[in-house]
């Protein structure tokens, strides 16, 4: 079975250019995440959708990040512009809303983000 | 500010030891669970716990989820280089949907 794919896998970019990080979600999944995970900070939830609705984003750094959901296979991350500071693995995770609590969360293998 | 609390946070130990790792809060989660990070690739659930004092195993691995569901304990006996990896746990609660909040994570090195 797929699982939640990823790209790029890897990208390095100059500070101020625009990144932009795909995935999709695992088929017959409802939510969708986004996290950043760096050593200082740890792995950190950005952005979550449930059924393509931005359900949280408090976790958005700031408005240089952007997400979107435009259906229920595909989502993008979109940095503009980027800085050094947002150096970091970037995952998207999905999952099916079955429970209140304690669904299983699925990630992607992440996409690593060198921003120079 | 960390609302999951992991101890400690970097563990080096010799193949056959056994270990402890913590996960406290002072707020109560309605589920725990544990996932393993390997270098490159994204976190695997190892399992959820979802009842207070509840005790899972999984080979040579124990799970417990405290009588309050603020805490959890990973117990790995007889640890091999094949653990290595960070540990993470994460709190769900009812009503956030499948939002789950992370604690820092224990690294951990089980040398040969």
């Known amino acids: 079975d797929a699982g939640v794919i990823q790209s790029p896998r890897h990208e390095v970019t100059e500070m101020g250019q625009e990144v932009t990080l795909r995935c999709k979600p695992i088929?017959?999944?409802?939510?969708l995440f986004w996290y950043r995970q760096t050593m200082m900070r740890g792995l950190e939830l950005l952005i979550y959708f449930n059924n393509n609705v931005p359900i949280d984003d408090s976790g958005m750094p700031e408005d240089r990040f952007s997400a979107k959901m435009p259906n229920a296979s595909f989502s993008t991350l979109k940095i503009q512009p980027s800085e050094p500071r947002d150096s970091a693995v970037y995952f998207c995770?999905?999952?099916?809303?079955?429970?209140?609590?304690?669904?299983?969360?699925?990630f992607g293998e992440g996409s690593w983000l060198t921003v120079v | 500010t960390q609302l999951l609390e992991q101890s400690p946070q970097f563990l080096s130990i010799q193949e056959g030891e056994n270990l402890t790792v913590y996960c406290n809060s002072s707020s109560v989660f309605s589920s725990l669970q544990w996932y393993r990070q390997e270098p490159g690739e994204g976190p695997v659930l190892l399992v959820t716990?979802?009842?207070?004092?509840e005790v899972k195993k999984l080979k040579r691995l124990t799970f417990q989820f405290g009588d309050a569901r603020k805490d959890s304990s990973l117990h790995i006996t007889a640890a091999q280089p094949g653990d290595t990896g960070l540990y993470l746990c994460?709190?769900?609660?009812?009503?956030?949907?499948?939002?789950?909040?992370f604690g820092g994570g224990t690294r951990l090195m089980v040398k040969p």
């Open positions: 995770a999905s999952s099916f809303l079955a429970a209140p609590s304690g669904n299983t969360i699925y």
């Open positions: 994460a709190g769900g609660r009812v009503n956030a949907g499948n939002m789950l909040t």
């Open positions: 716990v979802v009842t207070g004092g």
């Open positions: 088929s017959g999944h409802n939510s």
